[in-house]
């Protein structure tokens, strides 16, 4: 069975009332997005913990990021497009049999597309930089920090040194850059990871960088003890927010662009949906995609 919260209400007789909701132990970059971009989309997603049908370009993202690592596994010098293609064959063949990707039930015509799709990205990755004079000291790195009663996670994709032997972080991207005016929004997720840096290993960086294989454009950005402070200060006022939005249950639709890419607008209520619905046809719809897709093992 999928894993989903418990939807249940509890008694709010007390003066100090129960959350409706069981509040979120932790916080990562994407939660703290998903939450200020939709607070009720953020209910579905990470209060609820739904399922949500694969989709291709995050299962692409998801490919590419692999074959970018095991890339970075090899020595300098053997980093060359043909390992790049290797590898990214071998994480093709790692996706053969998850659900992610098996989930998108693509044809024959779907699979080349996707991997062509896939080629695409990594050819653009070469034209970025030269992987043979990356210094990287740590692939897919797991960081967590306490703050006050709530941990702050994230996975960093690249850390490295520069050449003055100063931590550099690095994210690839393989969806759109965004224009002018998102910029500084998309760095904030990577401004994340800078507070991680200096709370887990006791230093800032001193670059961070999106990396994005689309375009072949790069975002670079210098952390400052002001970014940082921000960053713990926005992340608090977020989750306080999250306290407040799990035991009122006052998780707000919030109407954008995003909409279009939302995999529970049918049960969101700007869409005039019910959301009280959604723990159980999301779950059956998930169950029902599983058994049609076959055993993936
Ligand atoms: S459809 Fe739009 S408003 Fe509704 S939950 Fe999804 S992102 Fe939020």
Same mark, same amino acid.
């Given at each position: ?55 291709? =370009? +995050?299962?692409? *993202? #998801?490919?590419?990021? $692999? ?5 970075? !596994? &090899? ?68 960081? =967590? +920090?306490?703050? *006050? #009663?709530?941990?702050? $996670? ?5 850390? !490295? &040194? ?136």
């Amino acid at each position: 069975m999928t894993d989903v919260a418990d939807t249940s209400t509890v008694s709010t007789g007390a003066e100090d009332p129960l959350p409706l909701w069981p509040i979120p132990s932790s916080l990562s970059p994407s939660r703290v997005s998903s939450f200020t971009s939709c607070p009720m989309q953020f209910r579905f997603s990470s209060v609820q913990r739904l399922p949500e049908p694969p989709g291709v =370009a +995050a299962t692409r *993202g #998801s490919v590419v990021h $692999r074959a970018l690592e095991l890339l970075f !596994e &090899l020595p300098n010098d053997d980093r060359t497009p043909d390992a790049l293609s290797a590898t990214l064959d071998r994480a093709l063949e790692e996706y053969a049999t998850d659900p992610d990707y098996v989930g998108l039930q693509l044809d024959d015509a779907g699979e080349a597309s996707f991997r062509k799709d896939c080629d695409k990205l990594i050819e653009k990755y070469f034209q970025m930089e030269d992987p043979t004079r990356i210094r990287d000291i740590g692939l897919e790195v797991r960081m =967590a +920090a306490e703050v *006050g #009663s709530l941990e702050l $996670r994230g996975i960093i994709d690249r850390l !490295e &040194l520069d050449e003055q032997g100063e931590l550099v972080v690095t994210d690839y991207k393989t969806g759109r850059a965004p224009s002018g005016r998102y910029e500084q929004k998309s760095l904030a997720g990577v401004h994340f990871y800078s507070f991680l840096c200096e709370a887990v290993l006791g230093k800032r960086p001193a670059k961070i960088r999106l990396m994005y294989l689309s375009n072949g454009e790069t975002i670079e950005t210098v952390p400052s003890q002001q970014s940082v402070r921000f960053i713990n200060t926005r992340t608090n006022a977020v989750w306080k927010a999250v306290e407040r939005a799990c035991t009122t249950g006052d998780f707000r639709p919030n109407q954008s662009k995003l909409c279009d890419w939302c995999s529970f607008q049918q049960w969101c209520p700007a869409f005039g949906g019910n959301p009280d619905l959604a723990a159980t046809e999301a779950v059956a719809a998930h169950e029902a995609r599983l058994a049609a897709a076959g055993p993936t093992q």
